[in-house]
C-alpha cells in the first residue's frame, strides 16, 4: 500500500528556512516521480517541484526557483524539500506526491495518484 507521510512544517520567520520531508512507503523510489505541491487558503493547489528518483532530474516552479532545493534519498525512500529565503507568500499546507513514471515538468496535479496529507507551513512577517 502506497503511503506519504510529509514533515518539517511549523513557523518560521521571513528569511528563514525549513526543510521539509516525505516519507514513502509501499513502493521503492526508483522509476517514480515525487512532487511537492502547497495549497493556501483560498487558492488553488500549486505545484511547487518535482524529482525524478531515477536520475535526479528536478522541476522548479517559478515562484520559488533559486530558493527551493528538492532532493532524494533513495535508500532512505525519502523525498526532502529545502526552502530557504521563506516569505508569508510561502505560507501553505504541503504536500507530497508520487506518480509511476516520469515525463518531465510534472507540475500539475493531474500526473499524480497518491497523495501524503499534508503538512502546515507558516511564515510570518
Known amino acids: 500500500q502506497v503511503q506519504l507521510v510529509e514533515s518539517g512544517g511549523g513557523l518560521v520567520q521571513s528569511g528563514g528556512s525549513l526543510r521539509l520531508s516525505c516519507d514513502a512507503s509501499?513502493?521503492?523510489?526508483?522509476?517514480?516521480?515525487i512532487a511537492w505541491f502547497r495549497q493556501a487558503p483560498g487558492k488553488e493547489r500549486e505545484g511547487v517541484s518535482c524529482?525524478?528518483?531515477?536520475?535526479?532530474?528536478?522541476y522548479y516552479s517559478d515562484s520559488v526557483k533559486g530558493r527551493f532545493t528538492i532532493s532524494r534519498d533513495n535508500a532512505k525512500n525519502m523525498v526532502y524539500l529545502q526552502m530557504n529565503s521563506l516569505s508569508p507568500e510561502d505560507t501553505a499546507v504541503y504536500y507530497c506526491?508520487?506518480?509511476?513514471?516520469?515525463?518531465?515538468?510534472?507540475?500539475?496535479?493531474?500526473?499524480?495518484?497518491?497523495w501524503g496529507q499534508g503538512t502546515q507551513v507558516t511564515v510570518s512577517s
Open positions: 506526491a508520487t506518480a509511476f513514471g516520469w515525463y518531465g515538468s510534472m507540475l500539475e496535479s493531474r500526473y499524480y495518484d497518491y
Open positions: 509501499g513502493f521503492t523510489l526508483p522509476y517514480y516521480a
Open positions: 524529482i525524478s528518483t531515477s536520475d535526479g532530474s528536478t
